[in-house]
Nanobody, 125 residues
């Protein structure tokens, strides 16, 4: 059973630069892409960033490009989302996800195989 656990959310101020982490366990396959999604109240879940396993190809949503950066540590089965210059519009529940694929990644929510429970990020002064 694959399990994903996100951490690092909470209440932050505009302009802050927090880091989210997601650690996975219980893999049945050894090749996978990982991704971050977010969902604001009353809105659909949207892809934020994803990262392939080999090579380390990344895709970042236009809404956060240049401010959010995704990275991964395969030894610890962990991905990170470094968020910079946060805005109130970045508020939402942030989820990580796993998709079994090797050399690419994609941001469609329907393509993911496993999801974490999510961590709330609230950007407010």
């Amino acid at each position: 059973q694959v399990q994903l656990v996100e951490s690092g959310g909470g209440l932050v101020q505009p302009g802050d630069s927090p880091r989210l982490s997601c650690t996975a366990s219980g893999f049945m396959q050894d090749t996978y892409a990982m991704a971050w999604y977010r969902q604001a109240p009353g809105k659909e879940r949207e892809g934020v960033a994803c990262i392939a396993m080999r090579p380390r190809i990344t895709t970042v949503a236009d809404s956060v490009k240049g401010r959010f950066f995704i990275s991964r540590d395969d030894i610890h089965h962990t991905i990170y989302l470094d968020m910079n210059s946060l805005k109130p519009d970045d508020t939402g529940v942030y989820y990580c996800a796993v998709e079994y694929r090797l050399n690419s990644c994609q941001l469609s929510p329907t393509g993911q195989d496993y999801w974490g429970p999510g961590t709330q990020v609230t950007v407010s002064s």
